[in-house]
């Protein structure tokens, strides 16, 4: 069955998110060049639902939005992200028509059994629970269909967005976010390549006793089909009641989830939403959902670790350098001087050789106080423009603070970011990306 991804669709779907998306423009602008009064808190609870009910990449635009620090009013950051995965599922006719189109007709005969109600739905498609003959459990992920034309529509409406907010405040530039946003989402409709990604990291994680991946089952799988062996485990939330201890062992193994593949083989995993990763009762990570990966070019990552050293040994210059190895271009020493005041929050807890919490402030939200701080210092010296690696990199390590928080987590992570970076050698990193990069078909 052929999905419908030309003309026609792209145009109803540009019609539906240009309603959406039309609507926060005008309110915004009406509210800033018009001097009109809007509610902003039920506008942006109205916008949510919306883009909730559209389903596709608005909906994961609007994820990865709300994650980067002043990108949106504080206002819309806070209901996007509650767009998570539990979004409104498609019902059992969808299902049997859309896994015809991607297995054959006879398709249901290829499983033992097969639940036709989704066990999670997200922004670009619903993952169903299902047996195998052989008994193995597996995650069926199964994309909504006319995502391509729908990436397509819903990109023209990021530039409204991205435009209209760089009107309103232009402490930010997002030229790059915006192309960085759109190549990740186009590879997200690929699910061969995120097979190739869950590839990879069940490799470079092979010797992490704390972190589980899921292995792709190729036979029942298509580029909008994915069958996954099935993970087991808890909600995040379930576990903020637990005992310190059980809390620690949980945050450190997801520091250890997501950072070795980054600093081992300058990959790391962009979504870190509470919908893609669980815990099971042995407080272990099962890491989920493979389609938001990034792999970095290894002087980024050397440049990561030249900023700690920087900061830890107050070098201005090798601040510089280590900006200038990120992409950040031209900058005056007060714009390094604003820049720095952001690094030093992100890497406070790697500068303090102790056990402590990843947050000294109490206020609720990773980092808030200090991004208001930074983004009015940007605004009067005239912005800046973050480098398109930046926008994943940033969005990780706010994502990974904000759970570490909701753990009430004290760990030494000095140490722990030591233990991995100790040794660091550029060439090393370069031939261990590569080799991993070729041992799944990546390069």
């Given at each position: 069955m052929a999905e419908e991804d030309g003309f026609a669709s792209r145009a109803k779907r540009l019609a539906r998110t240009t309603r959406t998306v039309g609507g926060l423009a005008a309110k915004l602008a009406s509210e800033?060049?018009?001097g009109r009064t809007i509610n902003r808190e039920i506008h942006a609870s109205e916008l949510r639902d919306a883009?909730?009910?559209?389903?596709?990449?608005?909906?994961?635009?609007?994820?990865?939005?709300?994650?980067?620090?002043?990108?949106?009013?504080?206002?819309?950051?806070?209901?996007?992200?509650?767009?998570?995965a539990d979004a409104p599922s498609m019902g059992p006719p969808f299902v049997r028509r859309r896994m015809a189109g991607e297995l054959g007709p006879e398709w249901r005969a290829q499983f033992k059994e097969f639940d036709l109600q989704a066990a999670h739905a997200a922004s670009l498609g619903q993952v169903h629970r299902a047996v195998l003959h052989d008994g193995r459990d597996v995650a069926v992920k199964l994309q909504y269909p006319q995502m391509t034309a729908a990436v397509e529509a819903d990109l023209k409406q990021l530039r409204l967005i991205i435009a209209v907010y760089k009107r309103y405040d232009s402490a930010i530039q997002p030229e790059h976010i915006q192309d960085e946003i759109a190549d990740r989402l186009r590879e997200e409709l690929d699910y061969g390549l995120e097979a190739r990604h869950m590839a990879l990291y069940n490799n470079i994680l092979k010797d992490e006793p704390g972190v589980s991946i899921p292995s792709s089952i190729p036979e029942l799988s298509t580029s909008r089909l994915l069958t996954m062996t099935w993970l087991t485990?808890?909600?995040?939330?379930?576990l903020l009641?637990?005992?310190?201890?059980?809390?620690?062992?949980?945050?450190?193994?997801?520091?250890?989830?997501?950072?070795?593949?980054?600093?081992?083989?300058?990959?790391?995993?962009?979504?870190?939403?509470?919908?893609?990763?669980?815990?099971?009762?042995?407080?272990?990570?099962?890491?989920?959902?493979?389609?938001?990966?990034?792999?970095?070019?290894p002087n980024f990552v050397h440049g990561v670790i030249e900023l700690y050293l920087a900061l830890k040994t107050n070098d201005h210059d090798r601040a510089a350098a280590a900006y200038a190895a990120w992409g950040f271009n031209n900058l005056s020493n007060e714009l390094l001087d604003v820049l720095n005041i952001w690094a030093k929050f992100i890497y406070a807890p790697l500068l303090e050789d102790k056990v402590r919490k990843i947050q000294d402030s109490d206020s609720g939200h990773y980092g808030a106080e200090v991004a208001q701080k930074v983004h009015k210092e940007l605004r009067r010296l005239g912005g800046v423009a973050p480098p398109r690696e930046f926008v994943l990199m940033d969005r990780a390590a706010i994502g990974l603070g904000s759970v570490f928080m909701r753990l009430k987590a004290e760990l030494n992570w000095a140490e722990m970011f030591q233990n991995l970076t100790n040794d660091f050698n550029l060439d090393s990193l370069k031939k261990q990306q590569r080799e991993a990069l070729l041992s799944v078909g990546l390069e």
């Open positions: 800033r060049y018009l883009i909730g009910n559209l389903k596709g990449p608005l909906m994961k635009v609007a994820q990865i939005l709300a994650t980067i620090p002043d990108a949106l009013p504080d206002e819309y950051a806070e209901e996007l992200r509650q767009l998570q485990g808890n909600k995040l939330f379930d009641d637990k005992p310190v201890d059980v809390r620690n062992v949980i945050a450190h193994n997801m520091f250890r989830a997501w950072y070795v593949p980054f600093y081992k083989y300058g990959v790391i995993h962009g979504d870190p939403h509470l919908g893609n990763y669980s815990v099971t009762d042995q407080h272990s990570i099962n890491l989920l959902d493979f389609g938001c990966i990034r792999i970095f070019p």
